[in-house]
């Protein structure tokens, strides 16, 4: 299994610009969140799911979409690129049950993105 | 305050010695989680846990559930363990989410 796969692992933006972080597991996972890590603050949620066709907001969604169309796959869309949006991004997956995260996550690599 | 507090933020500790980093949180929860942040910036789940105590290896995590305090053990500690140790909790009102600390970086010199 190659797990919880992102890309890019690096990426440079200008203020604006708009992007997608790809994410990809292959455990088939229910439940995939996505999360920003920012020096001093710990990791915080910005989208979740907890199944193909369902997502829910975290608590610094905005700025920020996503969509699940299937098991697999969980991308984050950057509409318009903000300096405050400079963080390193990490995907996560994991069984759940009945919509509640019970089991541990599996992290992917991170992806760090810089918006100038 | 946070709901998810780790103490020390840092901490240095000689190859061998026995190490001890703390969680404490201020909402009921229903599960608590240690990870591990490799200095390259990967992420592993070391321990979910929601009473009791766990042991992996040289490593065991406990939680009084009544105090809502944490402790992450490190027995014989190795430069290897260096890294930062992040605790995180599951709400009882918000079973689809966690709530993480700051982290806890260590450092074990040879």
């Known amino acids: 299994n190659a797990g919880v796969t992102q890309t890019p692992k690096f990426q440079v933006l200008k203020t604006g610009q708009s992007m997608t972080l790809q994410c990809a597991q292959d455990?088939?996972?229910?439940?995939m969140s996505w999360y920003r890590q920012d020096p001093g603050m710990g990791l915080r949620l910005i989208h979740y799911?907890?199944?193909?066709?369902?997502?829910d907001q975290g608590e610094v969604p905005n700025g920020y979409n996503v969509s699940r169309s299937t098991t697999e796959d969980f991308p984050l869309r950057l509409l318009s690129a903000a300096p405050s949006q400079t963080s390193v991004y990490f995907c996560?997956?994991?069984?759940?049950?009945?919509?509640?995260?019970?089991?541990?996550?599996?992290f992917g690599p991170g992806t760090r993105l810089t918006v100038t | 305050k946070n709901e998810v507090e780790q103490s020390p933020q840092n901490l240095t500790a000689q190859e061998g010695e026995f190490i001890t980093i703390n969680c404490s949180y201020s909402?009921?929860?229903?599960?608590l989680h240690w990870l591990q942040q490799h200095p390259g910036g990967g992420i592993v789940s070391l321990f979910m846990?929601?009473?009791g105590k766990k042991k992996h290896g040289r490593l065991i995590a406990t939680i009084n559930i009544q105090e809502k305090h944490s402790s992450l053990h490190i027995t014989a500690s190795h430069p290897r363990d260096s890294a930062v140790y992040i605790c995180?909790?599951?709400?009882?009102?918000?079973?689809?989410?966690?709530?993480f600390g700051e982290g806890t970086q260590l450092t074990v010199n040879p």
């Open positions: 996560a997956s994991s069984y759940s049950y009945g919509g509640q995260l019970v089991y541990e996550q599996y």
């Open positions: 455990m088939n996972h229910e439940y």
């Open positions: 799911s907890v199944g193909a066709g369902i997502t």
């Open positions: 909402v009921g929860i229903s599960a």
């Open positions: 846990l929601s009473s």
């Open positions: 995180a909790v599951r709400e009882e009102t918000s079973g689809s989410r966690l709530t």
